[in-house]
């Protein structure tokens, strides 16, 4: 799953509408069932997200193609694939939060079922002041063969799945993620690296006296453009750095004389990266396939980066200084135990004919943003 669409691998299950009674059921097991327009419907949220995504990473711009989704980024599973893959194990989960809602006796507490029929109601308030009116949120649904009245029941397959998944796998739940599993999980998917930024796009207005000149209506201060002669003497600076780290010389006394970036003086033991970390695309590739100590340049949207991998620091994630790196490290923890736990129980669905993942268009933003 650490492939592009690993970058959005810990999305929740928030909004999926329901269909008309006309749908055939496309996924069930027994009496729990998800049919042709809901699965649809869903396959076109995530691919509008996964959209968005890729395009915030520079992979897509202009206007839409949906051609992108032929493509294949590492030779493998083709983008389409990839969320295609995606929706598939989200929805078969949903199916068997349902059934363990059941089963286990959730439906039967009646604190449980007030916060079911609550959460189903937010969800529905919210898609209307999203789509701005109920006859408008129909009229998007109508692209999907559904309808705002059909919400209700597809609704609470999501809070059946929100409820199931805070009661096992929250704090104090039998799935809770340990400190074994989460530092297990660092160790095999984060990368540590540290940088030198040299920055070859443009320099700070200096003052008679040497003093960076503040723009008065912008608070912040003036820049202008680098010459080409300054621009070349960036690179040739930085092809330098290069060659002196890969012979060996101290790169942390290197950071200390030439790097640009102040925020490797709040991060002294480096940056934290992992597959679906939000950087340039080069930064992000240089982090996860250089080898422990080998060093590359890269030129990036930030400037020119020299950049260094470095072994893992054990137990780095429990550090408060460096927890923005680490926001998601619980959630991509309990999805990996999601996706062995509830997979087991895959088998137990059937699945009626298949869905053609081009003919599903993109979803409108309104209602994709309303969840975000």
Known sequence: MKKVTALIAALCILFLPACTVSSP????????????????????????????????????????????WDERPDGGESFGEQVSAYVDRIVKE???CAKIFDESGLSAEKDTKKLLSDTVGQFIDEAVKAAGS?????????AFGMNVNGLR???????????????YFGEGGEYEPTDDEKERYYIENYHRVKHILINDTFKYVLDDNGEPVMDIYTGKYKREDLTEEEKAEKKALARNLL??????????????EYNEDSGMETFPEGYFVKADSMLDTKYLTAALTLPEGGVSLEETTYGLMIIKKYPPVPGIWRDETYSAFF??????????????????????????????FNSVPLMDERIVNNAQ
């Open 25 to 68: 059921v496309y996924m069930s097991s027994g009496k729990y069932e998800i049919t042709k327009s809901m699965y649809e419907y869903w396959l076109s949220y995530y691919k509008t997200r996964f959209y968005g995504s890729f395009s915030s990473y520079g992979i897509f711009d202009g206007e839409y193609d949906g051609s992108v």
């Open 94 to 96: 949903m199916i068997v």
């Open 134 to 142: 109920r006859p408008e949120l129909n009229s998007i649904l109508s």
């Open 153 to 167: 029941r597809v609704y609470e397959y999501e809070a059946k799945a929100l409820i199931v998944s805070d009661r």
């Open 243 to 256: 060659e002196r780290a890969e012979n060996g010389e101290d790169f942390e006394a290197l950071i200390a």
């Open 327 to 356: 926001t998601e490290l619980t959630s991509d923890v309990t999805d990996v135990k999601k996706q062995e736990i509830f997979g087991k129980r895959f088998p137990e669905i059937t699945v009626n004919g298949t869905i053609d």
